[in-house]
């Protein structure tokens, strides 16, 4: 899948980091992260969590994991 940058009304541009796109070129960054992604021991699975803790997705492969959150922020 190819890299997506998009920019919203307000000049801001959102994507999943990848080092295809030079990001630092753009200017002064600020980094926020989409997701993250931990092993939770009880359901012996990985979750993909928001910002706020609520679980999205869950897979015992965290290169699923990966692949889920690529393709569904990606777009």
Request: with cysteine; net charge negative.
């Amino acid at each position: 899948m190819n890299p997506v940058l998009t920019f919203d009304t307000n000049g801001i541009g959102h994507c999943l980091h990848t080092d295809a796109i030079p990001l630092q070129s753009l200017g002064t960054l600020e980094v926020r992260r989409a997701t993250t992604i931990e092993f939770n021991p009880a359901t012996q699975q990985w979750e993909v969590k928001d910002a706020a803790g609520q679980t999205l997705y869950s897979n015992p492969s965290r290169s699923c994991c990966l692949a889920w959150e690529l393709e569904r922020f990606n777009q």
